[in-house]
C-alpha cells in the first residue's frame, strides 16, 4: 500500500520569507503524480502544483516550487516570498497510475501560518 | 465555469435518519470519487466511479454508498448515519483515471 508522510504538522513563516514543506512517500509503483494541495480556512482544496515522475525536471507554479528526489522518494514544497494568502494546510498526495482506480492518497498535512 | 458541486455544504442529522449528499459536475469528467477528511487523518476515498453505472469500493467504504446513473452525478448516501461519520466529505472528479483531480466546496455532516 501507498503512504504519504508529511513529518511537519505545523511551521510558521515570516511574511516575505521563504519556507519549505517536507513531504516523503512510500510506492513500488513507477509511474505515478504528486501533488501538493493546498486546504484555506474556507475549506476549499486548491491544486498548487503536480509533478509527474516520469520528469526529472522540478516542477514551479510562480512562487511555488518542488523539490522532486525519486530515488530517495521525497517531494517537498517551497514557498518563495510568502503571503498572508498563503495560510493554510497543505497537503501531499500521491496518485499511483497503474491499472484500475487512481486514488488521491494523502499525507496528514502541515499546517503553515504566515506571519506579518 | 467549471466546477463541481455538493449539497447541502452543512447538515447535522441523527444516528439512523437516511440522507444524500448530491455532487454534480459540469466538465463532462469520466472518473469521480468521494473523500472524507478528519483531523490528523488527511483525506481517504470512500468510494470512486470510472463512468455511468461503474462503482467500486475505496479505502473507507462502510456505511456508505452511491451510485452513478448519469455522467454529471454522484451521490453519496447514508442508510443509516452513525456518530463515526461526522467528518467533512469532499467529492472529486477528473476527465479519466489518473489526472488531476477538481474537488468540490465539501461538505460539513455532523450526526449525533
Known amino acids: 500500500a501507498q503512504t504519504v508522510t508529511q513529518s511537519q504538522p505545523e511551521m510558521s513563516v515570516q511574511e516575505a520569507e521563504t519556507v519549505t514543506l517536507s513531504c516523503t512517500y512510500d510506492?513500488?509503483?513507477?509511474?505515478?503524480?504528486l501533488f501538493w494541495y493546498k486546504q484555506p480556512p474556507s475549506r476549499q482544496m486548491i491544486l498548487v502544483i503536480r509533478?509527474?515522475?516520469?520528469?526529472?525536471q522540478n516542477a514551479t507554479e510562480n512562487r511555488f516550487s518542488v523539490n522532486f528526489q525519486k530515488a530517495a522518494k521525497s517531494f517537498s514544497l517551497k514557498i518563495s516570498d510568502s503571503q498572508l494568502g498563503d495560510t493554510a494546510m497543505y497537503f501531499c498526495?500521491?496518485?499511483?497510475?497503474?491499472?484500475?482506480?487512481?486514488?488521491?492518497?494523502f499525507g496528514k498535512g502541515t499546517r503553515l501560518s504566515v506571519i506579518a | 465555469e467549471a466546477q463541481v458541486t455538493q449539497n447541502p455544504r452543512y447538515l447535522i442529522t441523527v444516528t439512523g435518519k437516511k440522507l444524500t449528499v448530491t455532487c454534480s459536475q459540469n466538465?463532462?469528467?469520466?472518473?469521480m470519487s468521494w473523500y472524507r477528511q478528519d483531523p490528523g487523518l488527511g483525506l481517504r476515498q470512500i468510494y470512486y466511479?470510472?463512468?455511468?453505472?461503474?462503482?467500486d469500493k475505496g479505502d473507507v467504504p462502510e456505511g456508505y454508498k452511491v451510485s452513478r446513473k448519469e455522467k454529471r452525478n454522484f451521490p453519496l448516501i447514508l442508510e443509516s448515519p452513525s456518530p463515526n461519520q461526522t467528518s467533512l466529505y469532499f467529492c472529486?472528479?477528473?476527465?479519466?483515471?489518473?489526472?488531476?483531480?477538481?474537488f468540490g466546496p465539501g461538505t460539513r455532516l455532523t450526526v449525533t
Open positions: 466511479s470510472m463512468n455511468v453505472e461503474v462503482t
Open positions: 472529486a472528479s477528473s476527465r479519466d483515471r489518473g489526472y488531476e483531480q477538481y
Open positions: 509533478q509527474e515522475a516520469y520528469k526529472q
Open positions: 510506492t513500488s509503483e513507477s509511474n505515478y503524480y
Open positions: 466538465m463532462n469528467h469520466e472518473y
Open positions: 498526495a500521491f496518485m499511483p497510475l497503474g491499472a484500475g482506480n487512481t486514488p488521491l492518497v
